[in-house]
């Protein structure tokens, strides 16, 4: 997930130190879903797999969770959040092992 709305949905979930600016927001356009124009979304979770060597553990794969936000009506995956994780339009990842950094790393 981008940082802007994880911050926005951590700050929703605690309810507290989070103040709506003084504007009214149902004058204001919504974000709305690239594909299908759905301007609802819910939260997904992507798990990154990061690899042990560049944590302390050569044997072991860390797997790393992150929420990103899907269009409940179509399920694409946040335009913010494709290009973040570097997703192509239909959800799938562009990283793979053997262009990973870890690949890249001369050890
Ligand atoms: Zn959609």
């Known amino acids: 997930m981008t940082e802007d ?5 951590d700050a929703a979930n605690s309810n507290k130190n989070f103040q709506m600016p003084q504007v009214d927001p149902t004058e204001y356009p919504s974000l709305c879903c690239d ?7 819910t939260t997904a979770m992507i798990i990154k797999k990061i ?15 992150d929420q990103i936000l899907v269009c409940s009506k ?30 890249k790393l001369i050890i």
């Open 5 to 9: 709305f994880g911050k926005i949905i």
């Open 35 to 41: 594909k299908c124009g759905n301007v609802a979304f």
């Open 51 to 65: 690899p042990g060597v560049l944590l302390g553990s050569p044997n072991k794969t860390q797997l790393m969770p």
């Open 74 to 103: 179509c399920g694409t995956i946040l335009k913010k959040d494709r290009e973040y994780y570097k997703l192509t339009d239909d959800g799938h990842d562009t990283v793979n092992e053997s262009n990973s950094p870890e690949n």
